[in-house]
């Protein structure tokens, strides 16, 4: 099939194999991915949000998540939901934008952070970073590296007759004349997470390397999530009581939910005392006074 861009007004053109007229598209479903002209992928990573979306709205429906501990929580979030949100991850992943600000941006992350939200009884305005490191949950953009990493690597051990093998080689081929392509943007990743030393070029990946450069990359991410804490006036009080970026231990000695979401909405400043609700009323922080 042929893929054609949206609103055009160049006539169809017809391309026949033997007696087959193929079809020309906008777009067009793939072994669950959605593909479209621009091959960006951006369809196909909010569909999958969306699916993920419903399948955790069905679990929260037939399980109240609050009643669990963190790590049951967390375990059927990273066995049901993540595997709908990763879906072919190490092909689209390295076409998201790779840098820790834009990373809360992505659909995909979305979901994740609605996760996080639902099951501390925060609201959805509470930080992104704040939720997340509560319960010791790193960016999901971290875990699609580590896909791609893996995948290259794969990629590496295949025999060069295989088709998978030749695409990646064609690849690496337009890498080289400074095309765009999935090289390319692999590479891009490689620079941007500081690991081009250690890995020059994807054939120099190994299985060591690639878990070094995850280690690396959390390393990283903690000193950014540390800065960004540091430099939020919402988050002093959390920022003062905040030491690791770990699953919080009250999350699972407290086992009533409910004090358990008190205590969380407190940290995390999602609540309605003065110290909060002044900074909407534009009252100095000194005079956020509880009456």
Not at 174 to 183: A, E, H, P, V
Request: hydrophobic share 35%; aromatic share 10%; net charge positive.
């Amino acid at each position: 099939m042929i893929f054609e861009k949206r609103k055009t007004k160049k006539a169809k053109p017809i391309f026949t194999l033997g007696n087959e007229k193929i079809s020309v598209v906008q777009e067009y479903c793939y072994l669950g991915i959605k593909l479209n002209h621009n091959g960006n992928f951006s369809l196909a990573i909010k569909q999958l949000s969306e699916k993920a979306l419903h399948a955790l709205y069905s679990i929260r429906r037939r399980l109240n998540l609050h009643q669990l501990n963190p790590k049951s929580a967390i375990k059927i979030f990273d066995s049901i939901i993540c595997p709908i949100l990763l879906y072919n991850a190490e092909v689209w992943g390295v076409y998201i934008k790779n840098d820790f600000i834009n990373w809360d941006k992505l659909p995909v992350e979305k979901v994740h952070l609605k996760f996080c939200k639902l099951y501390l009884g925060v609201g959805r305005k509470t930080s992104n970073i704040a939720s997340r490191s509560e319960l010791g949950k790193y960016p999901l953009t971290i875990n699609i590296f580590k896909r791609i990493f893996k995948y290259v690597t794969h990629l590496n051990s295949l025999p060069e007759t295989t088709i998978s093998k030749q695409a990646f080689l064609i690849s690496k081929d337009l890498f080289i004349k400074k095309s765009n392509s999935f090289y390319g943007k692999a590479m891009d990743i490689v620079k941007t997470l500081n690991c081009n030393r250690a890995i020059p070029d994807l054939d120099s990946l190994t299985t060591n390397l690639v878990e070094s450069c995850v280690k690396d990359t959390k390393e990283n991410y903690q000193r950014f999530w540390r800065h960004k804490l540091e430099n939020s006036s919402k988050l002093t009080f959390y920022t003062s009581i905040k030491e690791d970026y770990e699953l919080e231990t009250y999350l699972t000695t407290i086992t009533n939910s409910n004090q358990r979401k008190h205590l969380t909405q407190l940290r995390l400043s999602n609540h309605k005392l003065m110290i909060e609700l002044g900074r909407y009323e534009n009252i100095p922080r000194e005079d956020r006074i509880c009456k």
